[in-house]
């Protein structure tokens, strides 16, 4: 195998559902390894990278890692490539470049967790992010995109940051590029790591070369944001006392056993009781179905994957072939749909009230506003979703909603909210993005 390119053997990351015979005795978000037993070391997964890959080379005992999946979640691994499993190695690595702060040379204030703040939802609270034209898309449970960033322009998370070996081309007179927010190119990354005999270490010890490349930049960075899992949110609650009582659907009963008093905080219901909060939340969960909310966000991933011109923004702002916007210019030629102009991503919903603000473009603050576009607001466009239209002419649906439905609509979507990213993870998460 050609130098640069070889992957020593590392500790394997596996994910535990729930259902597995393991979900139930696994505490927080991770395991310990080795597993414990009689004579066995234990090694916790908040030690140096360095203090944990020479432990691994002193015991036979550590097998794997094993990361807990919030209720709700489906299994992660088949959305995973083949060319990169995870491991413990490249999630530790993928981690701290996540909070380095190298992205723009000469400029020691810019990491990934500047726009993808882990104290916003893994987003931030900007319209737009600085330098960008596009509102900063949450992280959290991006192992399950099929595509990645609004318009789709990537596949791989191993993609996001750099998808030809020219991405690591500075720009200069010669090499004139836009500027990296707006393509999320990182010019010289490599090369900053590369200068760092720290990196350049822990590159040598989790990929067995001697100075970082752009694939294990990438590598590591897609396993570390494949663990950045949020769920175990009201809904996920609710739906699991359905199952366990097995009635056809979600009724306020089974929202009642979570509804304690952080809960009804979280929620911001005021003085009602949590009787009326579960009431509540069954008729939004009834609007969510019958109102067309599921069609674009099915449970349990609350997307589709796929792109709808939803009338926001440029969704029509082109006067003649190729000043198309949204996904529609970067489907390849012959696969393009006139459905797809001004058709951006649909993001999940979870973790809606830790993301705002919300649309490609962040043009509504918040989820009362968003509810009340879709309500009777939607403008015209002849690109419009067909699940949002009237006529082959875009004229917009009506939901026709009181205020008594978006409120219990908005409160609906606000129960989507998982917990927050573990407390592993959360001590240096919340801290200011830093090497």
């Known amino acids: 195998m050609p130098e640069g390119w070889q992957e020593p053997a590392d500790v394997p990351i596996r994910f535990i559902v729930h259902g597995h015979k393991e979900w139930d005795g696994l505490h927080e978000f991770f395991s310990v390894f080795p597993p414990p037993a009689a004579g066995s070391r234990t090694i916790h997964l908040n030690q140096s990278p360095f203090g944990i890959l020479a432990a691994m080379a002193l015991t036979d005992d550590a097998q794997t890692v094993k990361f807990k999946v919030p209720l709700g979640l489906p299994d992660p691994t088949p959305h995973i490539p083949p060319a990169n499993p995870p491991t413990f190695g490249k999630w530790k690595l993928g981690r701290q470049i996540f909070f380095a702060r190298k992205l723009v040379s000469g400029n020691d204030t810019f990491a990934c967790a500047t726009c993808h703040n882990p104290a916003l939802g893994f987003a931030e609270d900007r319209a737009i992010t600085s330098g960008g034209m596009r509102n900063t898309l949450s992280l959290i449970n991006c192992v399950f995109n099929r595509h990645q960033f609004w318009d789709g322009r990537a596949g791989a998370l191993e993609e ?105 905080r979280a929620l911001e219901t005021r003085q009602e009781t949590k009787e009326e909060v579960a009431k509540k939340l069954e008729h939004g969960h009834r609007l969510f179905q019958s109102k067309g909310c599921a069609g674009c966000h099915p449970a349990p991933l609350y997307t589709d994957h796929d792109f709808h011109n939803v009338g926001i923004g440029e969704s029509e702002r082109f006067r003649q072939a190729g000043d198309e916007t949204g996904r529609f210019a970067h489907v390849p030629i012959g696969l393009k749909e006139p459905r797809l102009i001004g058709a951006f991503k649909t993001p999940t919903l979870r973790a809606l009230p830790r993301t705002a603000p919300y649309f490609h473009d962040g043009s509504y603050p918040d989820l009362r506003s968003v509810v009340k576009y879709f309500n009777h ?59």
């Open 160 to 264: 996001v940051m750099v998808r030809t070996l020219n991405d690591e081309l500075q720009p200069d007179e010669k090499n004139p590029k836009p500027g990296p927010q707006e393509t999320h190119r990182w010019g010289g990354l490599v090369r900053a790591l590369g200068e760092d005999a720290d990196y350049r270490l822990r590159f040598k010890l989790v990929f067995g070369i001697d100075r970082p490349t752009q694939d294990a930049i990438a590598k590591a960075l897609a396993t570390y944001l494949r663990t950045v899992l949020s769920a175990n949110s009201l809904v996920d609650r609710a739906e699991e006392e359905r199952r366990r009582k097995n009635p056809p659907q979600l009724l306020a009963e089974h929202f009642l056993p979570s509804l304690d008093a952080p809960a009804l």
């Open 377 to 435: 607001s939607i403008n015209r466009n002849r690109y419009l979703a067909q699940s949002l239209r009237l006529d082959p002419a875009g004229t917009p649906k009506a939901l026709d909603m009181n205020a008594d439905d978006q409120a219990a609509l908005v409160l609906f979507l606000r129960a989507l909210d998982g917990d927050p990213v573990d407390n592993v993870l959360r001590s240096e998460e919340t801290a200011s993005p830093q090497r």
